[in-house]
């Protein structure tokens, strides 16, 4: 009997069109307009023709007078560019929260704090009128059923901040689209024919990989609004003259390494239980000359030694972490005795990078740097290659946390969690307080699951994480979940939240919940076809809470603790408390 094969076709580049049908009338206009009428179509490869590009990764959209098309500390993975029409900018300090939609957490007093012991619903999942509805700003679907938020007096708006106008052909939203960093700025249509061509990631990159016009102008830009600022910020640049400071400027580089959409396929693999190492681009290596140090600006590196046959992980770099300055530093300091670079840098993800060369650093960097600021020499013991111990590298914080947990840290995405909560095993009783408290402080509504990945005595809890990369906040339509602006904590305004389960399908660590939403007696909520109205729920980190997290606080063994994972020593001074 003949053996029957199941054949499916590999999945493709152009698989997945950003408008699926897109008028050739429209994308004939484009080719017909700046800046794409400038580049040279066979400046593109036959298997990425530009035509195929503006095809499949971009889609034309029509705003009205004072509907937002980004929202300061927003992530996005597409750029704009406008087509005709005009919008504003919202400059510094912005537009306030309330407007925008966000929430307005206020710290509850002592007798509001007490008085949840009897007030709280006796049903979960309930949800008050004001949740229900829609409040500061009215969202609305277009033709397309994309949602649209629009500003409400948009006039009085613009009386008392201040904006920018900016014309047809500019770009707006490219640097956070590439380097998948919260959106600086709050854009809004300020005319009713407002028309944009909105360009998903992928398309972007590729138009810049294939017009240099188009990456100059990018990288201008980049250097001009968002470089120097970074550069500022970092202590070791801070004693720069301004020249010396545009010196460093012309000669940085910059790099994305990893998959854009790493989430995915890690929710993938962890469902099917064969979470394993993906393939991690190597970005600098082991026995190389340092050439340059690395600052890693968003995202994350793994720290890597050669051990045995394999690697070892020491550590790992998130955003304003410093690759290669030791090395660069030591053989400054020694330059009749330089060294190689003594540890790998790998991506985990996707990470964004600045590159300073060695030549840079020396010459214009190191002379007047705070001594303070830099790294001590290696030592001989350090440099020793028959060392079997490779975690006493970078200050010994892998030896102290131990290689297995390291692992598993890092194979599990962990590191990413500013208050990720972290429960020692060989304390914890299962009492259940810790759920208990959540849900008293959450009226009736517990937030968290009790249960997830471990490794010997320590488990990470399903509770938020509030992530260095929420990636959790691509994508939400309304902007109903977003960073709180006093902590920084990554939060969901029940108001605003549409329940599209956008969030929910990206968090990584299946943190985030559907519910259905109920009212006072228990019954669902619906809307006019009856369908349930749903809500995205999760922890918030007891924002409005006197004491913080109330799961923390209920532990009676001291066993549970909201911990920032992109700090290992915090993680080990706890384990040998």
Known sequence: MDTVHFRVERPGRWDNP???????????????????????ADAFPKTQPL???????????????????????????????????QVRVALPPGLPDRVLGRRQPQKRGLFRTIAQLWSNPKVQEYRRPDELKPVQGAAHADDGGDVRVFLQDVPRLLDEHKTAVIGAGEFFGELAALSRMPRTATVFADSDDTELLEIRWQGLRDLLRFDPALKEHIDQVYRKNALQNALRAIPLFQHLSETDLQRVMAETQFGTYGDYEWSGDYKRLAKSGQLA?????????EGDYPNGVYIVRSGFARLAKKFGSGQRTLNYLGAGRFF?????????????????????????????????????????????????????????????????????EQGGTGSRVGPELLEFLTSNRFFNGTATMVIDLERCTRCDDC???????????????????????????????????????????????????????????????????????????????????????????????????????????????PGGPACERACPHDALKRMNLTNLGELADWLER
């Open 277 to 285: 190492p993906e393939r991690e681009p190597v970005v600098a290596q």
């Open 18 to 40: 950003f408008e699926p049908e897109f008028p050739d009338a429209d994308l004939d206009r484009l080719l017909a307009t700046a800046p794409f009428s400038g580049m040279q």
């Open 51 to 85: 035509r195929q590009i503006l095809r499949n990764d971009t889609r034309l959209l029509r705003f009205k007078k004072g509907e937002i098309v980004v929202r300061a500390g927003d992530y996005g993975s597409s750029a704009f560019m406008i087509v005709g029409g």
């Open 324 to 392: 290669g300055l030791r090395e660069i530093v030591h053989n400054w300091r020694n330059p009749a005795s330089t060294i190689a670079s003594q540890t790998s840098l790998r991506v985990i993800g996707y990470t964004h990078t600045l590159f300073i060369p060695t030549a840079v650093m020396e010459s214009i960097v190191l002379p007047g740097a705070p001594a303070a600021l830099l790294p001590v020499p290696f030592t001989a013991d350090e440099l020793d290659e028959d060392d079997d111990d490779p975690l006493k």
């Open 435 to 545: 759920v208990r408290a959540c849900a008293s402080t959450h009226e009736n509504n517990p937030r968290f699951l009790r249960h997830g990945p471990s490794s010997g005595r320590v488990q990470v809890a399903q509770a938020c994480m509030h992530c260095t990369d929420p990636v959790c906040m691509i994508g939400c339509p309304t902007g109903a979940i977003h960073r709180e602006a006093a902590q920084g904590n990554v939060v969901i305004n029940q108001s605003t939240c549409i329940g599209c389960s956008t969030c929910s399908n990206q968090c990584p660590y299946e943190a985030i919940r559907m519910v259905e939403a109920r009212d006072g007696d228990g019954a669902f909520v619906t809307d006019r076809e009856l369908r349930p109205i749903l809500k995205a729920t999760k922890c918030d980190l007891c924002l409005e809470q």
